[in-house]
């Protein structure tokens, strides 16, 4: 059974960073992306990584993140990271790690409708 478990959320004040993590049980994803939802807003995509089993690899970000978020992956712990940095009270919601595998267009890389696997979720809080 597919797992994906997230860490490193929490709270933090306004221009703050945190990191989170995302480990999956298996590695056999060929993207792997952070979505958050805050509440009474739709789940949104906010940044995938596209690896595609190889050691290169492609990211696409949310406009509303670019320039302050990072995500990077580590394929011998199958774990995938989300830096974010210049943290804003906007950004505050639930952060879910979501991965799939499977050919997609570049443009359908933030659609949270196209993942399969999901994590629990880790709350992300910025305060003002």
């Known amino acids: 059974q597919v797992q994906l478990v997230e860490s490193g959320g929490g709270s933090v004040q306004a221009g703050g960073s945190l990191r989170l993590s995302c480990a999956a049980s298996e590695y056999t994803f060929s993207y792997m992306g952070w979505f958050r939802q805050a509440p009474g807003k739709e789940r949104e995509g906010v940044a995938v990584?596209?690896?595609?089993?190889?050691?290169?690899?492609?990211?696409v970000y949310a406009d509303s993140v670019k320039g302050r978020f990072t995500i990077s992956q580590d394929n011998a712990k199958n774990t995938v990271y989300l830096q974010m940095n210049s943290l804003k009270p906007e950004d505050t919601a639930m952060y879910y790690c979501?991965?799939?595998?499977?050919?997609?267009?570049?443009?359908?890389?933030?659609?949270?409708?196209?993942?399969?696997?999901w994590g629990q979720g880790t709350q992300v809080t910025v305060s003002s």
């Open positions: 990584i596209y690896t595609g089993g190889s050691s290169a690899s492609s990211t």
């Open positions: 979501a991965a799939d595998r499977g050919f997609r267009f570049s443009n359908t890389w933030l659609r949270p409708n196209t993942y399969q696997y």
